[in-house]
């Protein structure tokens, strides 16, 4: 990809677009869970992104949280797989419309 000079750095724009998409991740995440909206979809990408972070990140500190590690993303990630599986619940907006995405 082509890189943009910022202040004498080379800033390559594929990582501008993946730090665009894990906030729109992690944002559009967060509002739906909070509604109950598209549940299942908000759960699906908050999981990838969660698995990301703790094999491409985290790993390499180990499990506890106060280290850096993995334990906290892994708790979020274990959360978005029983949502994925368990859906939104009796108060979410998606049962209220009738279909569960």
Do not use: P
């Not at 334990?71 to 990630?77: C, E, N």
Request: net charge positive; aromatic share 22%; glycine share 12%.
């Amino acid at each position: 990809m082509r890189t943009v000079f910022n202040g004498g750095e080379e800033i390559h724009l594929c990582r501008f677009l993946w730090a665009y998409l894990a906030i729109f991740a992690e944002s559009a995440g967060a509002v739906c869970f909070a509604v109950g909206l598209f549940t299942r979809l908000a759960a699906l990408i908050i999981w990838i992104e969660m698995g990301i972070i703790i094999v491409y990140f985290q790993w390499q500190f180990g499990y506890f949280w106060t280290a850096r590690g993995y334990g906290y993303a892994l708790l979020w990630w274990l959360l978005c797989l029983a949502i994925f599986f368990r859906g939104g619940g009796r108060y979410a907006l998606d049962r209220l419309l009738g279909k569960e995405f």
